[in-house]
């Protein structure tokens, strides 16, 4: 499916993508960060759904992503209480790499709505699975809400078809992939990185998953830059290569925000019905320099403040925090991720929580690829919970780590070798104490 790719200098990619009968060619100018598309044969635009809590009250908005073939107007059209309403038009054009975000409001919670796409004011085809369903209110909130996760996609785990199906039929109310999704290795080459988004948004599996499940995401290295990179890579990229990663990201992803903005990270906050989501960028600001400060190598000063305060104003029974490397040391003695380059900022995290009695918080990772979960003990007598789930692109050309140890005395489940993801179900029902249930879930049904 994926063509050759030609470079003409450092400062431009020439790319080629083949899908099927369908070729599109793009020239990246990496200084203005515009593409531009020479020729396109593609009759279909690619849709994603998001929800988006604008507030912490009952106001509710959709962001519906789509991509066009050409410079375009874009409509969407959902039925809401009777007879269907527009939302846009939203006109693509190069410099927004032909992408539409289209606010779609007035949405009323645990409600499903049917949804057409107008480009040119001609309805195109969607997956038959498209649909917008609103997830459960905020507040007051009693029963059962599924969310999916995983990491590790790599280039083919996207187009699964299977796990995309198991993924949707679960009805999860949002899927988290925590890194290494579509794009491999690219580095600089930003043509590149963009061919890696355009073959994803042709795989039949993921235009039917998105076009249904939102989807939040976040990067790690593999999709940063290349195995085990961060930051600037010690000084080899320039600034502005820097934040053109963020830019072709923020463009390719449907996230409700990204990082500071202004292309500065790409982490995020937040609330699925009765659920906080917490999404951290721990490449962007990465610095594992000698010089560097400790307790704020992974995630760099300012996004480590932010952690704390976010955290400080979760509100929800349960809150989810996610980081692209694991959070334990179990599984290739911590590699490149916090007992490797950062404990003390990993200790300020967990002894941030303690203090300040933040409970029901799930830790969520990947990069390791395989399936397990962990518990963390505290010398307060505390322990937290990690659920790994690296399996979305099923194994490492090679082998992939251990999948279980008898050393790891914490270690809860292990798995590696075939596609699989995680899923929390939360009960909050009538309970006193709100419950989460965690199952590792194969893309042929089998749960663990």
């Known amino acids: 499916c994926f063509g050759p790719s030609y470079y003409v200098k450092q400062d431009h990619s020439w790319c080629c993508v083949s899908c099927s009968l369908e070729v599109c060619f793009s020239i990246v100018h990496m200084a203005s960060r ?125 187009s699964n078809q299977k796990l995309a199906d198991m993924i949707r039929i679960r009805k999860a109310s949002a899927l988290l992939l925590i890194g290494d999704s579509a794009v491999q290795d690219q580095y600089i080459y930003f043509g590149r990185h963009r061919a890696g988004y355009l073959r994803r948004d042709f795989f039949p599996s993921w235009k039917s998953l998105v076009a249904s499940v939102p989807v939040y995401a976040a990067w790690d290295d593999h999709d940063y830059l290349h195995n085990d990179k961060s930051g600037n890579d010690k000084g080899r990229i320039s600034e502005i290569q820097h934040k053109t990663l963020a830019a072709v990201w923020k463009e390719c992803w449907n996230n409700p925000s990204y990082g500071f ?62 980081c692209g490397t694991m959070w334990s040391d179990y599984v290739s003695e911590g590699k490149d991720s916090w007992g490797k380059h950062d404990p003390e900022g990993r200790e300020r995290i967990f002894k941030f929580i303690e203090d300040n009695d933040i409970a029901g918080v799930l830790l969520i990772s990947g990069d390791r690829h395989g399936a397990r979960a962990f ?35 914490q270690q809860l489940y292990g798995n590696r070798g075939v596609f699989e993801f995680g899923e929390f179900t939360f009960d909050i029902t009538e309970k006193s104490d709100p419950e989460v249930h965690f199952r590792s879930i194969q893309d042929d049904g089998t749960c663990t």
Not at 283 to 300: K, M, V, Y
Request: charged share 20%; with cysteine; net charge neutral.
């Open 375 to 409: 518990t963390i003990p505290r010398a307060s007598g505390f322990s937290f919970y990690e659920f790994e789930s690296g399996s979305l692109g099923a194994y490492l050309k090679g082998g992939a780590p251990e999948a279980v140890n008898e050393e790891w005395q």
């Open 261 to 322: 903005g202004n292309s500065n990270g790409t982490f995020l906050r937040t609330r699925v019905g009765p659920v906080d989501i917490i999404m951290t960028d721990n490449r962007f600001f990465r610095n594992t320099e000698e010089a560097a400060r400790p307790g704020n190598r992974l995630l760099g000063i300012a996004q480590m403040t932010w952690l704390e305060e976010q955290l400080l104003d979760c509100e929800g029974p349960f809150i989810i925090i996610s």
């Open 34 to 158: 515009i593409c531009r598309k020479l020729r396109i044969f593609q009759t279909q635009c690619m849709t994603s759904t998001k929800l988006l809590i604008t507030s912490f009250g009952e106001v509710r908005k959709i962001q519906v992503w789509v991509r066009t073939s050409k410079p375009a107007s874009v409509t969407v059209n959902v039925n809401i209480k009777g007879p269907q309403k527009s939302f846009g038009p939203v006109t693509t054009s190069a410099e927004t790499d032909l992408i539409a975000i289209i606010n779609v409001t007035g949405l009323e919670p645990l409600t499903q709505y049917s949804y057409d796409i107008l480009v040119n004011n001609t309805t195109v085809s969607v997956p038959n699975t498209a649909a917008i369903t609103t997830t459960p209110p905020l507040n007051g909130y009693r029963g059962k809400m599924r969310i999916a996760f995983g990491a590790d996609a790599h280039e083919w785990g996207l």
